[in-house]
């Protein structure tokens, strides 16, 4: 099969359409012919060698997000048959400790022609009919923490919400489903487009406001927010997505609460979840396969908004 390849450790240049053994599906797995694939920060992380602790075994091919077809199953999977559309998120076995203790959701990497995931995870789902490949590949990663930002937050009708990072896959996603005052943080030309998704205003970065209620970070490492938490009220709420774990002295308040939102059980949102509750990702740019290395190129070099969809299937 063709898959995006690592064969070391460097940046996404290296990374190429090779030529690599169809993985199979063993006790309590599927494969999945991967129709389409999106890009997620962990793909240019990993086989960049970004994490010491966490060494990847190549060749290594990327990719967490997909949408596919069902072409094989495992020994003891009864919530799938071979030809059923689903859709999900897993991470590289590198993460084994990361994906969940009791149903983890691993895969051999998504940007290939067919991928093997665990079967029994709340991050793999049925597609539904209304949701198409290019979404259903948009949607899963971004999906999951738009659900479990909001269900931590508990923003009410009345806050005002700042949102660092607005213009990515979590910020677009998000934004609709804020309520109260959204304050987004982007680019003059992102501008229109982050105001259809729900914001209020748009500022530049690191030009944050005072007295905002909540702040959410979705770009920026954990150990640089003190300036996104002097936006915040007395007794004010700063979630963050990124690493490394908050503690104290990132940031000099100690009237605010401070927390990383990170869910890697499916204990606050699964697939099946994300699909019923109606979210949408977008999709700033869809890739054929051929162009795969690219996207992550673009993704760790470029200004982008929204998703980057890689159509691995070849859909148009």
Same mark, same amino acid.
């Given at each position: 099969?063709?898959?995006?390849?690592?064969?070391? =450790?460097?940046?996404?240049?290296?990374?190429?359409?090779?030529?690599?053994?169809?993985?199979?599906?063993?006790?309590?797995?599927?494969? @999945?012919?991967? #129709?389409?694939?999106?890009?997620?920060?962990?793909?240019?992380?990993?086989?960049?060698?970004?994490?010491?602790?966490?060494?990847?075994?190549?060749?290594?091919?990327?990719?967490?997000?997909?949408?596919?077809?069902?072409?094989? @199953?495992?020994?003891?999977?009864?919530? =799938?048959?071979?030809?059923?559309?689903?859709?999900?998120?897993?991470?590289?076995? #590198?993460? /084994?400790?990361?994906?969940? !203790?009791?149903?983890?959701?691993?895969?051999?990497?998504?940007?290939? %022609?067919?991928? @093997?995931?665990?079967?029994?995870?709340?991050?793999?789902?049925? /597609?539904?009919?209304?949701?198409?490949? !290019?979404?259903?590949?948009?949607?899963?990663?971004?999906?999951?923490?738009?659900?479990?930002?909001?269900?931590?937050?508990?923003?009410?009708?009345?806050?005002?919400?700042?949102?660092?990072?607005?213009?990515?896959?979590?910020?677009?996603?998000?934004?609709?489903?804020?309520?109260?005052?959204?304050?987004?943080? $982007?680019?003059?030309?992102?501008?229109?487009?982050?105001?259809?998704?729900?914001?209020?205003?748009?500022?530049?970065?690191?030009?944050?406001?005072?007295?905002?209620?909540? #702040?959410?970070?979705?770009?920026?490492?954990?150990?640089?927010?003190?300036?996104?938490?002097? !936006?915040?009220?007395?007794?004010?709420?700063?979630?963050?997505?990124?690493?490394?774990?908050?503690?104290? $002295?990132?940031?000099? /308040?100690?009237?605010?609460?401070? %927390?990383?939102?990170?869910?890697?059980?499916?204990?606050? !949102?699964?697939?099946?979840?994300?699909? %019923?509750?109606?979210?949408?990702?977008?999709?700033?740019?869809?890739?054929?396969?051929?162009?795969?290395?690219?996207?992550?190129?673009?993704? #760790?070099?470029?200004?982008?908004?929204?998703?980057?969809?890689?159509?691995?299937?070849?859909?148009?």
């Amino acid at each position: 099969m063709k898959a995006l390849t690592a064969h070391r =450790y460097g940046p996404p240049e290296q990374l190429v359409l090779d030529d690599l053994p169809v993985p199979h599906a063993g006790p309590g797995q599927i494969q @999945v012919r991967i #129709a389409a694939a999106s890009i997620n920060p962990l793909d240019l992380r990993l086989p960049r060698g970004d994490f010491a602790q966490l060494p990847v075994t190549f060749p290594h091919v990327p990719g967490n997000d997909f949408a596919g077809t069902v072409t094989e @199953v495992g020994a003891g999977v009864t919530g =799938y048959h071979r030809g059923d559309e689903v859709f999900g998120h897993a991470v590289p076995h #590198a993460l /084994r400790a990361m994906a969940g !203790a009791k149903k983890p959701s691993l895969t051999t990497g998504t940007l290939a %022609e067919y991928a @093997v995931f665990e079967a029994d995870t709340p991050f793999i789902a049925h /597609r539904p009919e209304t949701l198409d490949v !290019a979404q259903a590949a948009a949607l899963p990663t971004v999906g999951i923490t738009a659900l479990a930002l909001l269900k931590t937050a508990r923003i009410t009708e009345g806050e005002t919400v700042l949102v660092v990072g607005a213009t990515g896959g979590v910020g677009t996603t998000v934004l609709p489903r804020i309520t109260g005052k959204v304050i987004a943080t $982007g680019k003059p030309g992102d501008a229109d487009l982050l105001r259809e998704r729900g914001a209020a205003e748009v500022i530049d970065y690191g030009d944050y406001p005072k007295d905002v209620d909540v #702040a959410l970070n979705l770009v920026l490492p954990s150990d640089e927010l003190n300036d996104v938490a002097n !936006a915040l009220k007395p007794g004010g709420r700063l979630y963050t997505i990124t690493f490394p774990m908050p503690r104290p $002295g990132f940031i000099d /308040r100690d009237d605010v609460l401070f %927390e990383l939102v990170l869910d890697v059980a499916g204990d606050l !949102a699964g697939m099946r979840e994300v699909a %019923e509750t109606g979210l949408t990702a977008t999709i700033g740019r869809r890739y054929p396969f051929e162009q795969a290395g690219q996207a992550i190129t673009d993704f #760790a070099n470029r200004h982008t908004t929204g998703k980057l969809v890689v159509l691995v299937g070849g859909l148009d």
